[in-house]
C-alpha cells in the first residue's frame, strides 16, 4: 500500500481526534518543548491565544518571552524574526492574516529570502512564517487575499499549504526543523476540520506532495481548500464513470514533479485546480513545468482552472463566482477527457 | 649587530615594550629614527634587528590619559557621560593607525571604482572612520554591530580582511561574500557583524531582531544598529523602537547624521532634525561624530544603559567626504568650502594625530612614515585580491537554500531536473 493509504488504514484505530488548528498547537508545543530556540512572534498570540487559537495556552507554558505579543508593525517585527534567526533562535512569525504580510514583503524578500545567499553562505535564516490566507465567508476583499503568487518568486523561500489537519502539524513540524525560511499558508476556511492524527510524534516532507486518490484516467493537481472543491467534484465524476488521480501538491515552491511526473506519465491528462490568481499564480508556474518536463506524456492541453483576477468581492454570490466551484471542476474534467 | 654605546634618548621607556609591536616596525622605520636620535648611528649602516628599546617609535604605553571631549554631549532624557575621557596612548596610536587603514582603503576603493574593477554601487565612509573605530574601542567582539549600505569600514574595524574586502569589492570569489553580495552586503559572522544591507532602514528591525536574541539567551551582549539621517524617518525605525522599548532590548540605534540623505540635505527631509530626542520617550544622546573620544565614550555609556534600561538612541555628528556614492559628484547640493572647511576643522585622523603629537606619544615623521606603510599594506592587499579569480559558474545557484536536503538545482523543478546553465 502507498504511504497515505496505510497511514489512513492506521488512523482509523489509532491516535485521537483533532481539529485543524489545535493540530498546528500541538506542532508548536511539541517543537517548542524540544527545541527551546523555537519561539512566537506575532499579534495576539499570547494572552489572547491567536486570532484562530492556535496559541492557545501556549504563553502560560512557555513565557511571554517565547511566545511574544507583538505591537501591530508587520513589517517590524518580520524584520525583528529575520534578525532573530541570522542570530540563532528559530522564530515563527504569525501573520494574522497572510495579506497584512504584504507589510513585511521588503523584510521577507530581501532580507529573509536573501541573506543566505548575499552573505556567501554566512547566515541561515530558520524561520517560519505561517498565517491563514485565501477567501473565506465575505470578508471582504482585503481579508480575502491569495498571495501565493506573491511570493512565489522570492528566491530562497520554500512555500508549503496545508489542507489537513495530518499534514498541518506535519508540515509545522518539518517547517520549523528546516533552516531554510518557510512560508505556510493555511486557509480561514479550514481551521474547524476535524481529523483523527497519530498520537505518537510525526513529520511530513516538505517538498513531497500527496496522493489524496489515485486514478488512471487523468490527473488533478490541487492544494489547501481547492482539495474539498475537488473532492466534492470527484464524487460526481466517479459516478459518472470517471476515474481521476488528485493529488495535493503541498509544496508550492519547490514543486514535486517527482509524484506529479510519474502521476502524469499514468494519466496523460492534467488538471490544475487552485484558489491563487489567475495571473502568474502557482498554477501558471505548475502548468509551465508540466510543459517543460513532460511534453511527450501529455495527451491533452494542460488545464488550469484559478480564481478570477478580481479583488474579492463582498457579496455572497460574487464571492462564490470568484473562486473554483465543484461544477465548473466536473465540467473541466468531462472536456479534458472527451478531447 | 646592536650599538654597543647607549644613544641619547628624548623618552624614558616606563614598561618593556610589547615584542608583537616590536616587530611591526619596518627596517625603514627603525632607521629613521635611528638617525633623528644620533647623527653617530646614521653614518654606520641600519642594522637588521634592532633590540626592543630601539625599535620603539611610537608610543605603547598603557598608562592612562585623560582627554577631553571636544565638545560636551547634548542628551535628552538621560544624564550625559562625562566630557573627560579616559584613554591609553596604545589606544590612540591604534586609533589613528585603524582609521589611517580606513581612510586608505577608502580612497583606493575610488580609484578602483574609477578604472571600473569595482562595478555598481559604492558607497565610501571616508570622513566617518571615527565612529567605526570609537565603536570598536568601547565593546567586544560578542556584541553585535548591524549597519545599511555605507559597511566597508565597520567590516574592517570587526576585523574583517583586507584582501577578503576588496576581492568582494571586485567581485572575486575570495570575498567576504564570496563575490556574490558586492560592496553593500558585507557580513562576518564569526565577529557578530551582521551586514550591509541595501534598502534604507531595513536593518533596523533586524539589528532589534538580533537584540531580541541577545536577550533571550540572556547573554549580556548589546547590539549596535546603525542607520543614517535619511533612514531616520523610516517607518519602521519607530515600529522597532517602540518594540524595543517595550521589550527593555539591548539595542542601541546610532543615527550616523552626515546631514545628507543622498542629495537631500537633513532640514529638507526631517522636521526635527534632533534624531536623538525623535525617541521621545526613549533617551537619545548627541555625539560629535568626528571625535574617536567621544564616540568611545559614547557607546561606553550606551552599552551600560541599555543592559540595564532598555534601548538608547546615539547620534553620532559626523560628515562623508564622498558624495553619497561613487555615482553622485557630491557637489551639487554641498559647497565644496563646506567640505574643505570641515575637513580642515574636524577631521577625524587630524585631531588624533594632534593629540598624539601634543601628548608626545609619537613624531609628525613617525606618524608619516605609519602611513606610508598603511599605503603600501593596501597597495599590497588589493594586488592579492586582484589575483583572486572570477567565481565559478557552479557558484550561481550555491547558497540560495542551506542544503539540508541535498538537493541541487532551485527553480519549481529542484526535484527532476537540474538546472542546465545557458
Not at chain 1, 45 to 52: A, I, K, P, Q, R
Not at chain 2, 115 to 127: E, N, P, T, V
Not at chain 2, 231 to 240: I, R, S, Y
Amino acid at each position: 500500500l502507498p504511504a497515505s493509504e496505510l497511514t489512513k488504514y492506521c488512523l482509523t484505530f489509532l491516535g485521537h481526534e483533532v481539529l485543524m488548528f489545535e493540530a498546528l498547537r500541538e506542532a508548536m508545543i511539541e517543537e517548542m518543548t524540544l527545541d527551546p530556540t523555537v519561539c512566537m512572534i506575532g499579534e495576539d498570540v499570547g494572552d489572547y491565544g491567536g486570532s484562530y487559537k492556535v496559541s492557545k495556552g501556549l504563553s502560560e507554558m512557555f513565557g511571554d518571552l517565547r511566545v511574544l505579543d507583538t505591537p501591530i508593525a508587520e513589517n517590524s517585527f518580520t524584520g525583528m524574526g529575520i534578525g532573530a534567526a541570522m542570530k540563532g533562535l528559530r522564530p515563527v512569525v504569525e501573520g494574522m492574516n497572510m495579506g497584512f504580510l504584504l507589510l513585511a514583503y521588503n523584510q521577507i524578500s530581501n532580507n529573509c529570502g536573501m541573506l543566505p545567499y548575499t552573505s556567501g553562505g554566512q547566515f541561515k535564516i530558520p524561520i517560519v512564517i505561517r498565517g491563514p490566507g485565501g477567501v473565506g465567508r465575505q470578508l471582504g476583499a482585503e481579508h480575502s487575499q491569495r498571495l501565493e503568487s506573491y511570493f512565489q518568486s522570492i528566491p530562497g523561500i520554500q512555500m508549503v499549504a496545508c489542507s489537513t489537519p495530518y499534514n498541518a502539524k506535519g508540515l509545522l513540524k518539518a517547517a520549523i526543523r528546516s533552516d531554510n525560511p518557510v512560508v505556510l499558508f493555511e486557509h480561514v476556511l479550514l481551521y474547524n476540520l476535524k481529523e483523527k492524527i497519530p498520537d505518537e510524534e510525526y513529520i511530513c516532507c516538505l517538498e513531497e506532495a500527496e496522493m489524496v486518490r489515485p486514478g488512471s484516467q487523468l490527473t488533478i493537481l490541487t492544494y489547501s481548500r481547492m482539495r474539498y472543491h475537488v473532492m466534492q467534484a470527484v464524487k460526481t465524476l466517479v459516478n459518472k464513470g470517471y476515474d481521476p488521480e488528485v493529488i495535493d501538491i503541498r509544496s508550492l515552491k519547490p514543486f514535486d514533479l517527482h509524484t506529479i511526473g510519474n502521476s502524469i506519465k499514468k494519466t496523460h491528462r492534467v488538471l490544475i485546480v487552485e484558489e491563487c490568481m489567475r495571473t502568474g499564480g502557482i498554477g501558471a508556474s505548475l502548468r509551465s513545468a508540466i510543459i517543460d518536463n513532460f511534453w511527450d506524456e501529455l495527451d491533452a492541453r494542460p488545464v488550469c482552472l484559478s480564481s478570477q483576477d478580481v479583488p474579492t468581492p463582498y457579496a455572497a454570490t460574487l464571492e462564490d463566482a470568484t473562486v473554483v466551484q465543484p461544477a465548473q471542476i466536473v465540467a473541466a474534467v468531462e472536456e479534458i477527457c472527451q478531447s | 649587530s646592536p650599538p654597543s654605546a647607549p644613544v641619547p634618548r628624548h623618552r624614558i621607556p616606563q614598561i618593556p615594550l610589547n615584542p608583537a609591536r616590536a616587530s611591526r616596525a619596518s627596517p625603514a622605520m627603525a632607521a629613521a629614527i635611528l638617525r633623528r636620535l644620533s647623527p653617530a648611528a646614521a653614518q654606520r649602516a641600519p642594522p637588521r634587528l634592532l633590540p626592543p628599546t630601539l625599535a620603539r617609535g611610537v608610543s605603547d604605553s598603557t598608562e592612562p590619559l585623560t582627554v577631553e571631549t571636544s565638545v560636551p554631549f547634548t542628551s535628552h532624557i538621560v544624564d550625559p557621560p562625562s566630557r573627560d575621557v579616559s584613554t591609553t596612548p596604545r589606544e590612540l596610536a591604534a586609533a589613528f593607525r585603524d582609521m589611517a587603514l580606513m581612510r586608505r582603503a577608502e580612497i583606493a576603493a575610488d580609484s578602483l571604482y574609477k578604472a571600473k574593477l569595482i562595478r555598481g554601487f559604492c558607497h565610501l565612509y571616508d570622513g566617518q572612520e571615527a565612529v567605526a573605530v570609537g565603536m570598536e574601542a568601547a565593546i567586544t567582539r560578542r556584541d553585535a554591530i548591524i549597519t545599511a549600505y555605507r559597511d566597508h569600514c565597520l567590516y574592517l574595524a570587526r576585523g574583517g580582511d583586507l584582501v577578503a574586502a576588496f576581492a568582494e569589492l571586485m567581485g572575486r570569489v575570495d570575498g567576504c561574500s564570496r563575490g556574490k553580495g558586492g560592496s553593500m552586503h558585507f557580513y562576518k559572522k564569526d565577529a557578530n557583524f551582521y551586514g550591509g544591507h541595501g534598502i534604507v532602514g531595513a536593518q533596523v528591525p533586524l539589528g532589534c531582531g538580533l537584540a531580541f536574541a541577545q536577550r533571550y539567551r540572556k547573554e549580556g551582549t548589546v547590539t549596535f544598529d546603525l542607520y543614517g539621517d535619511g533612514a531616520a524617518n523610516q517607518g519602521q525605525l519607530f515600529e522597532a523602537l517602540n518594540m524595543a522599548a517595550l521589550w527593555k532590548l539591548p539595542v542601541i540605534l546610532v543615527c550616523e547624521n552626515n546631514h545628507y540623505g543622498m542629495g537631500t540635505a537633513e532640514w529638507k527631509a526631517s522636521k526635527s532634525p534632533a534624531y536623538y530626542k525623535r525617541g521621545d520617550y526613549v533617551p537619545g544622546l548627541k555625539v560629535d561624530g568626528m571625535d574617536f573620544l567621544a564616540v568611545k565614550q559614547a557607546c561606553k555609556f550606551a552599552k551600560e544603559h541599555v543592559l540595564e534600561n532598555g534601548p538608547i538612541i546615539l547620534e553620532m555628528d559626523t560628515y562623508r567626504y564622498h558624495g553619497h556614492s561613487m555615482s553622485d559628484p557630491g557637489s551639487t547640493y554641498r559647497t565644496r568650502d563646506e567640505i574643505a572647511g570641515i575637513r580642515q576643522e574636524r577631521d577625524p585622523i587630524e585631531r588624533v594625530r594632534k593629540l598624539l603629537l601634543t601628548h608626545d606619544l609619537a613624531t609628525a615623521q613617525e606618524l608619516k612614515d605609519m602611513e606610508k606603510e598603511i599605503r603600501k599594506e593596501v597597495d599590497t592587499a588589493i594586488a592579492k585580491a586582484k589575483e583572486s579569480p572570477m567565481p565559478d559558474t557552479s557558484e550561481l545557484f550555491k547558497n540560495v537554500y542551506v542544503n539540508d536536503c541535498g538537493l541541487e538545482s532551485f527553480g519549481v523543478d529542484r526535484k527532476v531536473v537540474r538546472t542546465v546553465l545557458p
